[in-house]
T-cell receptor, first 116, second 113 residues
């Protein structure tokens, strides 16, 4: 069965610190990968996605993620975080029959708090 | 453009009752997804509807059911409510292409007492 694990459940950083949130998945076939963000009081929204091509994906608000197939990872990064990045971050994977089943498997999320 | 809308925003039911949650997708989207976000369990896939038909189902008992209407809006029904059903229920919609991103609504907070 597919699964997604996010290593850090709670992360606290100071502004301007660099961020890396880990995401590993278990599935040996073709995958589509997503990072979603949920700001306080708002709905989930897409940060970035990987379907194919360049494994380094750039998303909104300065976020990027790198797909490393050999490590089954899709870690999210940002060189310098801001207070407004305080949110819950979710990694999601669509693996089995990717594209046909549309069943996203989600990590448990990482709560990021950025201190001003 | 209106986003995905869900109603009601909050719902309180007693154990054994039935709950009906509603979702209106973004205009033009034909796929609707339902997820349960329970405390400590993260987001769990419930159901996927496309073009009025159920396309996929998560590992939930049959008392979780739903339907999609001709206008692509959707209902999620939960029968014989249990305390553990208390959660945030999220609806998302997307175009009916093989690979696409889903847009989420604000959710319905269901509390079973």
């Amino acid at each position: 069965a597919q699964s997604v694990s996010q290593h850090n459940h709670h992360v606290i950083l100071s502004e301007a610190a660099s961020l890396e949130l880990g995401c590993n998945y278990s599935y040996g076939g073709t995958v589509n990968l997503f990072w979603y963000v949920q700001y306080p009081g708002q709905h989930l929204q897409l940060l970035l996605k990987y379907f194919s091509g360049d494994p380094l994906v750039k998303g909104i608000k300065g976020f990027e993620a790198e797909f490393i197939k050999s490590k089954f990872s899709f870690n999210l990064r940002k060189p310098s975080v801001q207070w407004s990045d305080t949110a819950e971050y979710f990694c999601a994977v669509n693996g089995e029959n990717a594209g046909n089943n549309r069943k996203l498997i989600w990590g448990l999320g990482t709560s990021l708090a950025v201190n001003p | 453009e209106a986003g995905v809308t869900q109603s009601p925003t909050h719902l309180i039911k007693t154990r054994g009752q039935q709950a009906t949650l509603r979702c209106s997708p973004i205009s033009g989207h034909t796929s609707v997804y339902w997820y349960q976000q329970a405390l400590g369990l993260g987001l769990q896939f419930l159901l996927w509807y496309d073009e009025g038909e159920e396309r996929n189902r998560g590992n939930f008992p049959p008392r979780f059911s739903g339907r999609q209407f001709p206008n692509y809006s959707s209902e999620l029904n939960v029968n014989a409510l249990e305390l553990e059903d208390s959660a945030l229920y999220l609806c998302a919609s997307s175009f009916s292409r093989p690979i696409d991103e889903a847009f989420f609504g604000q959710g319905t907070r269901l509390t079973v007492v």
